[in-house]
């Protein structure tokens, strides 16, 4: 979207979570990458899905600062609880200092490390909702460990599925992302186990329901 819808979509929407806004201005100091954060458009649409699914289990691939794992654990029902994947372990401080001021950190488990070797480990859970935002070059990887993760009636959320529009690009660029993700899209495309809807919010969310095993 261009700036001018962005900002009137913030005017015109529910103000952000004062630790949300508190977590986009620290990431921006304390970090060199500012742009990865999902930020309040995106943030508010999770917080919004996540409520209106109500889940119990949630697993998100990608991290980064916190953002959207707090965004989608103000949807939690009940007693769920949100396992939170990141490779990188450089804003585990960071992230540990947010859950806290978001009152969700006994609600949030961080698992460091690969998101193979990670999800492994959790193999015998069964989500309600999962949420992919982690190295785009694996996109399809993730998307094939996470399936049998996702209970029949479940969601999986895919962000910058547009990639900043190089997936509409004829001919397609050549870098190991845009591949990836054109890759991601024609695979949930047809895959008659699902239904599913490119949402062009930001840079674009995949919204897929699994069908069947």
């Not at 009137?8 to 970090?31: A, F, G, H, K, Q």
């Not at 804003?91 to 540990?96: K, N, V």
């Not at 001021?101 to 690969?114: P, Q, S």
């Not at 935002?133 to 993760?149: A, H, I, M, Q, S």
């Amino acid at each position: 979207m261009d700036s001018l819808t962005d900002d009137y979509l913030l005017n015109n929407i529910s103000p952000e979570d004062p630790v949300l806004e508190w977590l986009e201005r620290e990431t921006n100091i304390r970090t060199t990458h500012g742009r990865m954060l999902s930020g309040p458009l995106l943030g508010r649409l999770l917080t919004t899905f996540s409520r209106m699914v109500k889940p119990q289990r949630v697993l998100e691939i990608g991290t980064f600062t916190g953002y959207s794992a707090i965004s989608l654990a103000r949807g939690l029902e009940g007693c769920g609880h949100l396992d939170a994947v990141e490779k990188n372990n450089l804003h585990e401080e960071l992230i540990y200092e947010a859950f806290e001021r978001a009152g969700v950190r006994e609600r949030i488990t961080l698992h460091l490390g690969d998101a193979a070797d990670v999800l492994k480990n959790l193999a015998g859970n069964i989500y309600d909702l999962v949420y992919i935002d982690g190295n785009k070059r694996e996109y399809c990887k993730y998307y094939e460990l996470v399936f049998d993760l996702v209970r029949v009636g479940g969601y999986i959320l895919a962000d910058n599925v547009l990639w900043y529009g190089k997936v509409m690009r004829d001919p397609l660029p050549s870098d190991a992302q845009t591949k990836e993700i054109f890759r991601f899209n024609k695979m949930v495309h047809e895959d008659s186990r699902t239904e599913s809807y490119i949402l062009p919010v930001r840079d674009g969310l995949t919204i897929i329901r699994k069908l069947c095993k």
